[in-house]
C-alpha cells in the first residue's frame, strides 16, 4: 500500500491553536494542490479528535477511515452523514451506535499503523492518505509506514505556546532532501521515503506465481510460489510440497540457500501468497522462518483467504520491522492457480 501523510502547519510547527474556530493554515492555492492529492487516493484516515474538533466531511475520497480508543465518536457527525463514502473506524471496543454507518473493525490495544495498513489492504486498498492530527502522523512515522510525507509550512502564522494544540514537524529518520515548491505563500514539502520498486518487484512476483503451477493439486494445500533474491543476487525458488508433503514454498527456498550456505540476512523473499503465522505440520511458520532468517523485504500478491486458518502473516512480519509490499493486482492469477480450493 502506498501511504501518502499530508498535513499543513504554523511556522511553529501548530498544527491548529486552542480558539474553539478552526485554524486555517492553508492558501487557496495548497487547498487545490491537496484536494488533487485526495483524488488519487481510495482511502482518508484522520484521527478521532480530528473528527470531533473540526467535525470534516472528507469529500472526494472513497472511503474515510478514523481510529478511536475512547469509542467517543458522534453518529451525527459528517464523516458518517455527508455523501456516500465507504467508513471504517478502528476500534478497541465494539461501537452499537455505529451500526449502520460504519464497518467497525475490533482491535486489540494498541491499535497500530501495521494493523491499519493490513486490514485496508486486505479489503482492497492500496492508496491511503493521512491527513492528521498530530497523534496519528505521529503513530504512522514512527512504525516507518509512511511512503510520503507533504508538509506544507505557513511562514506568515505562528501560534505560540500559550495559545498552540496539536502539534508536529516531521523530520525523516533516514535524512533524505524534500522537494521543495512555493504555492501561493506556502511552503511545501515533499519527502519520497521509499524509491519505486513496483517494476522488479512485479517482474520477480510474476517468477514466484510461475513456480508455484509446479505444485500438485491438492485439496488440503495452497499452490504457492517463492522466489528468494538476497542483497548479492542470488536466487532461489520453491514450491508448496516440492521435496516434502509438509513443507510450505518459502521453506523449500530457504532450505536451498542453506544447503547452499548462503546468508539470507537482508534478502528479498517474493511468494505468491501471504506467508503463514501458524503450523500444525511443522515446528515453526513460514513468518517465523522469515524472522529468524532476517529476511528485509516480503513482497506478496494474494492474502491468505480464510480457508484454513486465520493468517496473521503480514501483520507479525511489519510489526517487527520487515517491509511488506503487496500486490494484488497479480492476485488474479494466484486466485486462478488456487480455484481447486474456491
Ligand atoms: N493542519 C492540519 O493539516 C491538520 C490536519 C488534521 C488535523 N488537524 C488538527 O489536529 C488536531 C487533532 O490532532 P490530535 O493529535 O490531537 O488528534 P488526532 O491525531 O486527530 O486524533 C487522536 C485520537 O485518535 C485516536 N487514536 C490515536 N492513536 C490511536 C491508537 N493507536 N489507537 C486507538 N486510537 C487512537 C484517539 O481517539 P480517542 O480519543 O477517541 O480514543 C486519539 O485521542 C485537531 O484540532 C485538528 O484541527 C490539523
Known amino acids: 500500500m502506498q501511504v501518502t501523510l499530508s498535513f499543513a502547519r504554523s511556522a511553529d510547527g501548530y498544527l491548529d491553536d486552542q480558539t474553539p474556530e478552526r485554524l486555517i493554515l492553508s492558501t487557496e ?11 488519487e ?15 470534516p466531511s472528507l469529500k472526494g475520497v472513497p472511503v474515510r477511515v478514523t481510529v478511536t480508543r475512547s469509542g467517543d465518536l458522534s453518529p451525527e457527525s459528517r464523516f458518517f452523514t455527508v455523501g456516500d463514502a465507504r467508513r471504517i473506524v478502528f476500534s478497541t471496543q465494539p461501537l452499537p451506535r455505529l451500526d449502520g454507518l460504519a464497518e467497525v473493525i475490533l482491535s486489540p490495544v494498541p491499535i497500530t499503523a501495521a494493523r491499519i495498513v493490513t486490514e ?62 512555493l ?14 520498486r513496483s517494476t522488479e518487484d512485479c517482474a520477480a512476483l510474476s517468477e514466484a506465481i510461475a513456480v508455484s503451477r509446479n505444485c500438485p493439486i491438492s485439496q488440503s494445500c495452497y499452490r504457492v510460489g517463492a522466489l528468494i533474491i538476497t542483497p548479492s543476487g542470488e536466487r532461489f525458488t520453491g514450491y508448496t510440497h516440492e521435496s516434502s508433503a509438509t513443507h510450505h514454498a518459502e521453506q523449500e527456498a530457504v532450505i536451498k540457500a542453506e544447503a547452499a550456505g548462503v546468508s539470507l540476512r537482508g534478502a528479498t523473499i517474493y511468494t505468491s501468497m501471504e506467508p503463514c503465522s501458524k503450523r500444525a505440520s511443522e515446528p515453526e511458520s513460514c513468518t517465523q522462518l522469515i524472522l529468524r532468517h532476517g529476511f528485509a523485504r516480503v513482497v506478496f500478491a494474494c492474502y491468505e483467504p ?36 474456491f
Not at 29 to 39: E, G, K, N, P
Not at 183 to 196: A, C, I, N, S
Open 120 to 181: 485496508l489492504e486486505r479489503r482492497g486498498i492500496t492508496r491511503l492518505m493521512v491527513e492528521g492530527g498530530a497523534e496519528i502522523l505521529a503513530l504512522f512515522v514512527e512504525e516507518g509506514l509512511a511512503d510520503v510525507v507533504r508538509e506544507a509550512i505557513n511562514p506568515t502564522i505562528t501560534v505560540g505556546e500559550a495559545l498552540g494544540g496539536a502539534h508536529y514537524c516531521f523530520t525523516p529518520s533516514n535524512g533524505i532532501d524534500p522537494e521543495e515548491e
Open 306 to 341: 480464510a480457508c484454513f486458518v486465520c493468517c496473521e502473516g503480514a501483520y507479525t512480519l511489519r510489526r517487527a520491522g520487515v517491509e511488506v509490499a503487496v500486490y494484488p493486482a497479480l492476485s488474479e492469477k494466484v486466485l486462478q492457480i488456487n480455484k481447486h480450493l
Open 29 to 39: 492555492a495548497d487547498w487545490a494542490a491537496v484536494h488533487r492529492l485526495r483524488s
Open 183 to 196: 504555492l501561493d505563500g506556502m511552503e511545501v514539502r515533499t519527502y519520497r521515503l521509499k524509491p519505486d
Open 41 to 55: 487516493q481510495e482511502a482518508i484516515l484522520v484521527g478521532a479528535e480530528t473528527v470531533r474538533r473540526d467535525n
